[in-house]
């Protein structure tokens, strides 16, 4: 099973990851050959089975509603690449 | 000072004031820095290692030690944020990343007086099972095949947890598992490695991987030690929602080896053709010992073994697609500009991570899209359960499974093959325990016939992790495994 190169650059368009034109085709074997590996399941039968999204048998522990005084505007953009007085900084977006 | 101490040794050694934290901390710090080239921390902070020893000597001497092991020296994997210390998960994304906060397992440790001698390597954002994929170049065991100078894997992600325990350039460590990354190093290290029950550690400020799998734990030389570390790290932590609201037990304090009685299973499910002939004669001769110990052999089955590995291939993928978008170069880590918004966001996520982590984003990405969620994602969280089930019916009549802890001892690192599929089979028998969430140990066992050494496994069900202790201590005085490394890295 291979990827073809179309729906390999829609992935790295989905992923937000741009995809080198001469990793294209390792790329697209490596990922058919997980693709392969990973198929196996479908023919497991799973009709009357429950999806397990978490293996601990305990609902969420939610934290008591107090207001704590933590992670300041300046502890948190300590380590952004780029800010501009009390925030992160991108590049331009104009529609 | 003596060589390979425990942490039971180096604590009886400062009570009895044979020894100081900071005599301890600058021979560690001396012994990582011989043991440089084998490449398993990729911080060492020295200075704020002594000034916390010296802050721990005061304590024991005006007696007020937070704790028996307070002035030890410890190891961490670089994927537990650390306040004021760089933390990389081994990837060239955050290698510039200083957290300013403590996660909670790192920072239950620092309030038992232990002492961080810094970063460990690791896999790039502990995705791997070699430690090849890491930023910062592979970690290298510091065992060796007889008759041959080549240099091996030291297993992943927590590679270099288990390689720094080993060559004794820590005392003990954390290590984080997600499929297998704290047992499969420690098996081919030689040392002892231990996944707690999913909820038993916070996982608050470790760096995610796949969040319903990641458990961390520790990386030590005996069971006693794997006991005292995991007892400091466990406990309920309100910042984590998955994490147990069970009371923390005193799991070093209630050691206790016997094993007379209980039922041990062997599932036959394990035996695989691709198991080495020394491997699964330390898996036989396991069982022989434990029936003379005076437990009772029993044959299971785990019917879905062999479906674990693709059903992990499906989960943590998706599960690390979704954690891994919050490295876009706004927040923190390294940015690659672009002509806009997306392309900055595309050129700092293909400079940033590396290959494996691109291959699973990419997957995971594919699983979690629209048209295939059903058939792969939901699918595959469907025969986790019917993996979980497999486990609970298996419990109903043995109060432990043992299997090997990898289908071979440690490889060539040049030897990787080129399949990514191939690697993957490395977590054959690792891979179901975090499906179902158990714990499970690696033990040492024995060596094989080139001297390298071979873990097997022990699980128990959620929770048990007193009962998995206690038949590890069992087979480890049984067996008396002495490593007997050779120090080649010092010249």
Not at chain 2, 249 to 262: I, P
């Amino acid at each position: 099973m291979e990827f073809d190169k179309d729906s390999l650059l829609k992935l790295g368009k989905l992923s937000k990851i741009k995809i080198d034109e001469n990793k294209l085709s390792s790329l697209s074997s490596d990922l058919g050959s997980i693709l392969k590996f990973i198929d196996r399941l479908q023919s497991i039968e799973t009709d009357n089975v429950d999806p397990t999204s978490n293996s601990l048998d305990q609902s969420l522990v939610m934290r008591d509603d107090i207001a704590l005084d933590e992670n300041s505007a300046a502890e948190i953009l300590e380590n952004a690449p780029e800010k501009e007085l009390d925030f992160f900084s991108v590049p331009k977006v104009i529609e | 000072m003596k060589a390979g101490l425990n942490l039971i040794e180096a604590s009886e050694l400062l009570a009895n004031n044979e020894t100081s934290s900071v005599e301890l901390t600058k021979f560690y710090l001396d012994n990582i820095n011989k043991g440089e080239e084998l490449n398993c921390y990729n911080t060492v902070s020295s200075e704020e290692a002594l000034k916390a020893a010296e802050s721990s000597d005061k304590r024991r001497k005006e007696e007020k030690s937070k704790s028996r092991f307070d002035g030890i020296p410890i190891g961490i994997k670089d994927l537990f944020c650390t306040k004021n210390i760089k933390t990389t998960a081994s990837s060239k994304i955050l290698s510039s990343f200083v957290p300013t906060y403590e996660s909670t397992a790192s920072q239950n440790c620092i309030n038992a007086g232990l002492i961080s001698l810094g970063k460990l390597n690791c896999d790039e954002f502990a995705m791997g099972s070699t430690n090849k994929t890491s930023y910062f170049g592979s970690v290298i065991n510091p065992w060796k095949s007889k008759n041959s100078e080549a240099n091996l894997v030291p297993g992943g992600s927590s590679g270099g947890s288990a390689a720094a325990v080993a060559a004794d350039l820590c005392i003990a460590s954390l290590g984080t598992d997600t499929g297998g990354s704290i047992r499969q190093p420690a098996s081919f290290t030689g040392t002892v490695g231990l996944k707690p029950t999913y909820g038993r550690v916070s996982r608050w400020g470790i760096v995610a991987f796949a969040s319903s799998l990641d458990q961390a734990g520790p990386i030590t030389k005996t069971v006693e030690d794997s006991a005292a570390l995991f007892e400091i790290i466990s406990g309920h932590d309100s910042k984590d929602s998955t994490s147990s609201i069970k009371q923390k037990e005193n799991f070093y304090d209630n050691l206790n080896s016997s094993v007379k009685g209980m039922k041990i299973g062997v599932p036959k499910e394990f035996k695989s053709d691709n198991l080495s002939a020394s491997t699964q004669k330390a898996w036989d001769d396991c069982k022989k010992l434990l029936q003379e110990n005076g437990a009772e052999l029993i044959d299971i089955s785990l019917p879905h073994t062999m479906d674990a590995l693709p059903t992990y291939y499906i989960i943590a993928p998706a599960e690390a697609s979704s954690n891994l978008a919050r490295y876009d170069g706004v927040k923190y880590g390294i940015r690659e500009n672009g002509k806009n918004l997306i392309e900055m966001y595309e050129e700092t996520r293909s400079i940033g991570f590396g290959d494996e982590v691109k291959r699973r984003i990419l997957i995971g990405t594919y699983v979690l899209s629209s048209g295939y969620y059903d058939a792969y994602y939901i699918k595959a969280q469907k025969v986790r359960s019917l993996i979980k089930s497999d486990f609970n019916e298996a419990f109903k009549r043995v109060d432990a499974i043992l299997t090997p802890s990898t289908p071979s001892t440690a490889f060539e690192i040049k030897n990787e093959p080129k399949d990514p599929v191939q690697t993957y089979l490395n977590d054959i028998f690792t891979v179901p325990v975090n499906l179902a969430g158990i714990p499970a140990i690696s033990v040492p066992f024995a060596n094989d016939e080139n001297n390298l050494p071979i873990g097997l496994q022990l699980i128990t069900n959620s929770f048990e992790e007193q009962k998995l202790l206690n038949i590890a201590k069992n087979v480890q005085d049984t067996i008396n495994y002495a490593p007997n490394l050779d120090k080649w890295w010092i010249k």
